[in-house]
């Protein structure tokens, strides 16, 4: 079987960075015959073997939108643990190289103007669905494409409804219990959300 490049995908806890990491793990004949190593692609691989494809699902302006791009200079957002092997990479991707991407991939599609209240240098990642592919580059050979893993982000709602909870009194026996009830309709959304 050929390697078989698994990933993993979340945000940073502050929401400015969405991180992609490489779980691929060594090549074991009985519990992981996609991994690294013989009879699959060696990890020795140089730093710019990896480039990285994003798709994000999201809304402008509540117009919705399905944008792919290329992670431009993704080498400088990865880490690499191993030196002389690009096994078990991490790449952490600023929100406004994201938002950055966003706007300039939508500005050469055909008609689409990318709205002038789209913030192109976000401080956080937005909170919606982005899908990674990565590819990685072979001297002279094919090159190994992942299978897509589909990401929700939910960080910053995630802060939200975390500050919304602990600004609820729960000992004011006599006070309005509206923002109580509005506090926990929000943290089962946000529940639902996570655990589709």
């Known amino acids: 079987m050929p390697l078989d490049i698994k990933i993993n995908i979340r945000t ?21 015959i996609g991994g690294w190593g013989n009879p699959n ?7 710019d073997s990896i480039n990285i ?14 944008t792919s791009f290329q992670v431009p200079e993704s080498v400088y957002y990865t880490a690499f643990p191993l030196k002389n092997s690009i096994k078990g990479f991490k790449i952490s991707i600023p929100s406004d190289v994201i938002s950055t991407a966003i706007s300039n991939q939508l500005s050469l599609e055909p008609n689409i103007v990318v709205p002038e209240s789209y913030n192109v240098a976000q401080e956080t990642l937005e909170d919606n669905i982005y899908q990674a ?3 990685i580059k072979i001297p002279n050979e094919d090159s ?28 004011c026996t006599d006070c309005n219990k509206s923002n109580f009830d509005k506090a926990l309709l929000a943290k089962s959304i946000l529940e639902g959300l996570e655990n589709e």
């Open 12 to 32: 940073t806890e502050n929401c400015k960075n969405l991180v992609i990491e490489d779980v691929t793990g060594d090549f074991n004949s009985t519990t992981n």
């Open 41 to 47: 692609q060696s990890s020795d691989l140089s730093n």
């Open 53 to 66: 494809f994003l798709t994000a699902y999201h809304f402008i302006d509540n117009i919705q939108y399905t």
């Open 133 to 135: 592919i990565i590819r």
């Open 144 to 171: 190994i494409i992942s299978n897509p893993v589909d990401y929700t982000s939910t960080c910053n709602m995630k802060k939200q409804v975390e500050s919304l909870l602990t600004s609820i009194d729960v000992s």
